[in-house]
Every structure is written in C-alpha cells, then in structure tokens.
C-alpha cells in the first residue's frame, strides 16, 4: 500500500485498484487510510496537506476543474494559501471535509491542463480571487506575467454574466498600470488622483548581474518611487535585492524615494507632495548625466 500511495502522489482511489477493496475498507476502519473524496483515500499526516488534497481531485473525477486558490497555487502563485480545495464538476457529488464542490460551468476556453489537473486558466483564477483577496490575485499575477491586462478583459468578457463582474471590472481598471502590489496599487491612485503624470510602472534598468524594475519611474526625471510593500518586512531576499537595486539606480544617476504601505494610506498628501518636489527639483537642478546630453 505504501509503494501504491508512493506512485500515485500520497493518493489511492478505489476505482483504480478494484482488487484491494476489502484491504482499503480494513484500513480505513483501522484509521491507517482517510478518505479524501468518495472513493479516494490518503495517508493521515497527509490529510490536512492541500497539495494531496488536490491531487486527489483527478483522481476522484478526471473531468472536475480546480477553482480559486487551488488553481492559483498550481498555475502563477505556489506560495498561495490554500484552504479548501474549490472544485466544478460535471454533476452533483457528495460533499467532503476540506473541499468545496460545485457545478459551475467553467468555458472551455478558461480551461487549463498540467500533468493530470484541470484548472482555471490563470487570468480566470485571479478574477474569481477578488472576492475574497480583493486585488491582490491580479497584483500578484501581473507580476509573475503569467496572464496580461487583455488576457483579463477576454476572461471577464466570457464570464459576463456573473455575480460580482462589476467589481472585477472596477479592480481590472484600476491595474490599467500593472501594479505589482497593492502598496503600488495604492501609489498609482495617489499619482492619478493628484493628476501627476509622465510616469511608468515597473520600469526595465538592466544592471550588473540581471535587469532592475523600478516600481514607479518618471523616466524623463529620473526620478524612481520604490514602494515596500508587505513582502519586504518579511523575504530578506527581497529586502537585500532592493538595497542592491536602488544602489545601481543611484550611481546611475537617478533619484529615488522610497515609500511604504503605511506611509501611502496614512500621508498621502505628504507623499504627493514630496513627488511634486522631486519633479519641480529635477527641472532646476539637473544632474551630471542629464547635462551630458
């Protein structure tokens, strides 16, 4: 039994291995199997490991779609938490502990498929994540460039007519620059509500060993707003990676202000006025590479 739930991803099903059923009844009375899906069962300590909960699906219905933050976690955000697994399938079945099962109709043209799962295509996933993650599944999205901005149009436009569209659509707007987060997010309204303009989001600078992206540059100013968003209080690598970046920037001649979450929803007006500073600043004083041209 260990050698099959071995082969098969930490999953066993019923319907493939006839021949066992009276052993896969023992040890689920023995409390040595749990079932996962009608028909499919996993070792305990795997039970509450949501990749075993997905691999399971497959198996318990070859033709069921990963929804939501299962999709997610198996097409652009691995790192996405995953509580239950979120599946469509072709006709009603029993509900299981750690799943959330329904019928919904999925066009097949938002359809995925990757060693053996069917899954919501990633433009798709991020539109069903604003229910409940708001932008941050679009956020994360642009940045892992696993969809674009006309791959979520086309998605949204093939889902018209659900329930919530005219808030996706509103979030789908709102990304017309490409945030990369929603401290970003959050900068972008600030610049546009304050009308500031000659800007770019998530602008290429190649650099000594790989290419820098400036999270808001006035390419023409030289000046660049990097934004801290939550990641960099806790991934160190990006913490260094930034402290590297915005070294380049510097010796490159560019300016740069930094700015993080906090400092956006509470001081807004201080950050906008710091922007126009820098700008007005740029015009009378240019640097050294600026005069060289």
Known sequence: MAAILA?????????????LASTLD?????????PLLPGVYCAPQSASDARTRIRAVPVWSPDAVLLGSAAAAVSFWP???VGAVEVSAPTRRAAAEGYQLNQRRIPPDLIEERRGLRFTTPALTALDLCATMGGDGIDTLLRSRA?????LHLALSLTK??????????LILDSRDQPWSAAERRCHQLLREAGITGWRSNLAVPGPASVYYIDVAFEQAMLALEIDGRLHETDREIF???RWRQNHLVLQGWRVLRYTWAMLQQHPE???????????LRIDFPTRRRSRR
Do not use: F, S, Y
Not at 270 to 280: F, W
């Open 7 to 19: 082969v098969d991803g930490g999953v066993i099903a019923r319907r493939q291995h006839p021949e």
């Open 26 to 34: 023992w040890l689920v009375r023995q409390g040595r199997l749990l």
């Open 240 to 242: 260094e990676t930034d």
């Open 161 to 170: 007519t659900r329930r919530g569209n005219a808030r996706r659509r509103e």
């Open 147 to 151: 969809a674009t901005l006309e791959q």
């Open 270 to 280: 201080v950050v906008v006025e710091d922007v126009n500073r820098a700008l007005a």
């Open 79 to 81: 790192a996405v938490r």
